[in-house]
């Protein structure tokens, strides 16, 4: 372990001027590999210096280098999308078909045929086109900000701002943004699994030396882009940027990572297999036409034709934009989707696992109350930010001269021992770093000190920083001759710490504060005799206990409303946090008594258990305190095993296991860290659960609107199918010619089942049980709805033909005329049936989706126009009908409407009912167990 003794280590030695740092920079070349230098050597070769570069020269420095950004492959190109829109069974089948026209001289069959082509690779196109654009800009919205040292003064800047030769703090949670000379370290441990392949974190010795040739994973010396930092803190010298990083290197080989959504694998699977199916179908067809005497080009065109509106192509497609429009949606509702796989994975979830801290409550933790050591309670006026605020005994009276003394030591100590920022311009405050380091520069401030002067008496020779595993931080100071010991943290950390402490009394004063709902630090401080080489937490002993201070973060205002939302939709809430059991458990009774349990379950408690005894507990508590973060993967796995979905929240380095075991992780945006928002498959840019609440109800909504496109476009396909069947066994001409399947199959599918994808949230859709995460699409009632609405209005087109061309005695061209009419019709009204399984279509404003409404007048309009236009009529052999025979087959095809209706009436609406009674009646607490969900599955 190296000491922080100095923020560069031996780098401030022969320290280069701004005058000639450029300069250096612009003419020396390193001569040795960075690894192989001394920090010193490091300094000088990139012409830093420890108080970081100026405003100038950074900006000559980023025109010289570029972004600290890797060679991104890019958006593809609209050729590139439209080529590959050629490349699928539909585009395939209708470019041979069209071939074939030509070739055997029907050119007009060929260029209707070509157009149908052009239109549905046009319409692929553009929606693949909209997806990778909201890819892109998804993208823009998870930048990185490290912290860096320019100009003498820590900031933030986003991460392409980066160059070589600036100064970089690196902490527990962090991406290292760049490769770095570290010069300065304390416990440094970084994850360089990315590069390596090792999965133990490295520790770092920044005076470590390695030989030139020494491979990657044992340059203790050094930090490389895109290495996670789990625990410690360091600083170092950027040396290497964008492409120029060991990162760079291998950036083709990362290139292209990332799952597509595995729903959208299985539709694609499903697809192909109907594919196969319909085309050994159309192919028996066929051969029946043929042998029936029809004409081999009409039978090929025929069977292409058929195939091609048979096969659900455009499931696929449909479906990505469903899972892109709700991740639209989820990020105006402040989720930001980082894979689409958690779009649809949300929505199944049957349990939260959060943290309570910033997510629960408001990440707004002031200091309300402090109680010494000696029993004495003082009051801290003030909230958040705010710098104004007195001091005084809890019944109101100024604090007598002789506790003061006691109260600066206290306050004292909580500045020294402290790695937050506050910088006040006119009234404003910003602050940067931990909550509690922030609250207790706000209490220094209120009370009339301030660190940079504190840190001038009291010269930091050390520190401990603070590490969760931990539970403390501390720092070694100078004053004068004499070194002080400063110590924070946990009160079961800090006390066995301290001499003299009695025990009874201090328990007590823990229990009135933690009772009340404060989060407790307990500090501490003490001499020491002389400096050691390293200061560690060996050296912390026989401390003086200085007191309490009781911390209140409040509960955010929407989350009892949004727990009870959630247990309203059947999903389960457990609360996970490092704080006390007491303080756990009055934040947890103010979210609602009907969710607050009586009893919390503590890490102490969890490691004594094993087997069935474990899991029993885990999944009878609700509120898990004082877990230490590897137990919080204990308890996901727990949970996970009993057959919960699970999705958890966290913020912190060691949330990382637990949220990539997860099927879903929620990071934090606001308060979270680089590693915690890597391991996510969510980002909650306000750390707000109601945000993860909201999450929830629109992953539901995207099921819901596919289920949609699914039951209008399989039922469809089911239709011609049928149809084409029972003519061919009942010995009669086709109903429709292969270019009249065609303009159906554009007409009716065109955009209808897009629009679906636009559909709003049904009612119920937070009142449901969640669904069953390895619950198929195709469930029973998916079949039945299918099957129903398929064979029904296959076999009424059937028969209508049967009448037309037997009974009445018309044409084929004329009775395939008004089939036609009577299936575009059909389509039109099923996909009002489609707009919900369950809800009556008169329930549903037609306002809420103008585009689906707009799609369906569109298709009507544009038969109808095709009946009446002269080119149209001579393609598509199709004539103007008489009022009464349009009104016959819009009303004969508006019978599916009240089929669709009769069903929802009779079947689905009972049984969403049950689904309903079941999520409001369903325990809060699981105790019979189904399989276990797989990872993210669905």
């Not at 050994?280 to 091609?308: C, D, N, P, W």
């Not at 008169?842 to 989706?849: D, E, G, K, R, Y």
Request: proline share 5%; with cysteine.
């Amino acid at each position: 372990m190296t000491p922080v003794k100095a923020d560069f280590g031996e780098a401030n030695m022969n320290v280069v001027s701004p005058r000639d740092s450029q300069r250096i920079f612009m003419t020396i070349e390193p001569t040795k590999p960075w690894h192989a230098m001394t920090a010193n050597e490091a300094f000088a070769a990139l012409g830093a210096r420890p108080e970081g570069l100026s405003a100038v020269d950074a900006d000559t420095r980023l025109n010289k280098h570029g972004p600290n950004q890797l060679p991104e492959t890019g958006r593809h190109s609209r050729l590139l999308i439209v080529l590959r829109q050629c490349n699928n069974p539909l585009s395939l089948i209708l470019f041979v078909a069209t071939v074939v026209s030509f070739a055997l001289g029907e050119n007009t069959d060929g260029f209707f045929i070509l157009l149908v082509v052009v239109i549905n690779v046009t319409v692929g196109a553009f929606q693949e086109w909209r997806a990778e654009a909201s890819a892109a800009s998804l993208k823009k919205t998870l930048r990185i900000s490290p912290t860096i040292i320019r100009g003498g003064a820590r900031r933030k800047i986003d991460i392409t701002e980066i160059v070589p030769g600036d100064i970089v703090s690196l902490e527990s949670g962090v991406v290292v943004p760049a490769d770095i000379r570290l010069s300065a370290a304390h416990d440094l441990k970084i994850d360089e699994s990315l590069l390596t392949g090792e999965s133990k974190p490295v520790e770092k010795e920044p005076d470590g030396q390695c030989e030139p040739e020494a491979p990657l994973g044992d340059r203790i010396n050094m930090a490389y882009a895109g290495a996670m930092v789990t625990a410690g803190r360091g600083t170092g010298v950027v040396c290497a940027t964008a492409a120029n990083t060991e990162l760079g290197g291998i950036a083709q080989a990362l290139a292209g990572r990332g799952g597509r959504p595995p729903l959208l694998v299985r539709m694609e699977t499903f697809t192909a297999w109907i594919a196969v199916v319909t085309v050994l179908i159309t192919l028996l067809l066929g051969a029946g036409q043929y042998l029936r005497g029809v004409g081999l080009s009409e039978v090929f065109l025929l069977t292409a034709a058929l195939a091609v509106s048979a096969i659900p192509e455009g499931l696929p497609i449909a479906i990505t934009v469903a899972l892109s429009v709700a991740s639209s949606r989820m990020g105006k509702r402040n989720v930001i989707v980082r894979s689409l796989p958690a779009v649809e994975a949300l929505g199944s979830c049957t349990l939260i696992a959060a943290d309570k801290t910033g997510t629960l409550t408001a990440n707004r933790l002031t200091i309300k109350r402090i109680i010494l050591a000696g029993g004495e309670e003082i009051d801290i006026e003030g909230e958040g930010l705010e710098l104004e605020g007195e001091a005084r005994l809890a019944n109101g009276e100024i604090v007598p001269e002789e506790t003061q003394k006691r109260v600066e030591h206290l306050i004292i100590t909580g500045a020294l021992t402290n790695e937050a920022d506050l910088v006040v311009n006119n009234g404003a405050v910003e602050a940067r770093g931990d909550a509690v380091d922030i609250a207790f520069l706000i209490l220094a401030i209120k009370t009339g000190y301030d660190r940079e002067a504190l840190l001038n008496q009291y010269n930091e020779r050390s520190a401990i920083p603070y590490e969760p595993d931990n539970g403390f931080s501390a720092s070694l100071n100078r004053n004068g001759d004499g070194l002080i010991i400063s110590a924070k943290g946990a009160p079961e950390v800090v006390l066995p710490m301290c001499k003299n402490v009695d025990a009874k009394a201090t328990d007590q004063r823990l229990h009135q504060l933690t009772s009340n709902g404060y989060r407790v630090i307990a500090l501490a401080r003490g001499d020491l005799a002389s400096e050691p080489s390293s200061f560690a937490a060996d050296d912390l002993k026989n401390l003086e206990f200085l007191g309490f201070v009781g911390l209140i973060d409040p509960l955010r205002s929407e989350a009892p409303e949004a727990v009870s939302q959630a247990c309203a939709a059947g999903v389960d809430i457990r609360m996970i946090t490092g704080d006390h059991p007491e303080t756990a458990l009055a934040i947890a009774q103010q979210l609602g008594p009907q969710w607050a349990p009586d009893t919390v379950l503590t890490g102490a408690a969890l490691k004594k258990l094993e087997g069935e005894e474990r899991a029993d507990a885990i999944m009878k508590t609700q509120v898990y305190a004082r877990v230490e973060p590897t137990q919080k993967n204990l308890i996901v796995e727990e949970l996970q095993g009993q057959g919960h979905f699970v999705a958890v929240t966290g913020d912190g380095v060691n949330d990382a296991p637990a949220l990539k075991t997860a099927h879903v992780g929620v990071a934090m945006g606001a308060g979270g860290t680089d590693v915690a928002r890597a391991a996510s498959d969510l980002i909650i840019t306000d750390d707000n659960f109601a945000s993860i609440v909201a999450g929830i109800e629109e992953g539901r909504a995207a099921y819901d609107n596919i289920r949609k496109i699914v039951w209008l476009l399989i039922s469809t396909a089911i239709t011609e199918v049928i149809v084409f069947t029972l003519a061919l066994f009942a010995g009669l001409p086709v109903p429709l010619t292969a270019v009249q399947i065609l303009w159906l199959n554009l007409v009716t599918e065109g955009i209808q089942d897009v629009a679906l994808a636009f559909e709003g949230k049904e009612p119920d859709i937070m009142r449901r049980a969640p669904r069953k995460p390895k619950e198929p699409i195709f469930n029973r009632q998916m079949v039945e709805q299918c099957l129903i609405v398929g064979l029904y209005i296959g076999v009424l087109a059937f028969a209508l033909f049967y009448w037309l061309y037997e009974a009445q005695g018309l044409t084929e061209a004329e009775a395939r005329n008004l089939v036609l009419l009577f299936l575009v019709s059909f389509n039109n009204f099923h996909t009002l049936n489609c707009r919900s399984e369950t809800r009556s279509a008169f329930a549903i404003p037609l306002s809420a989706n103008p585009l689906l409404i707009a799609s369906i007048a569109a298709a009507q309009g544009l038969h109808i126009a095709a009946m009446h236009i002269p080119l149209t009529q001579h393609v598509l052999d199709v004539n103007p009908v008489a009022i009464q025979e349009w009104a016959g087959a819009i009303t004969l095809a508006a019978s599916v409407f009240v089929l669709g209706e009769a069903y929802k009436l009779l079947v689905s609406r009972p049984r969403a009912r049950r689904n309903t009674s079941l999520a409001n009646n369903a325990p809060q607490t699981v105790t019979a167990a189904p399989a276990a969900a797989s990872k993210k599955g669905i």
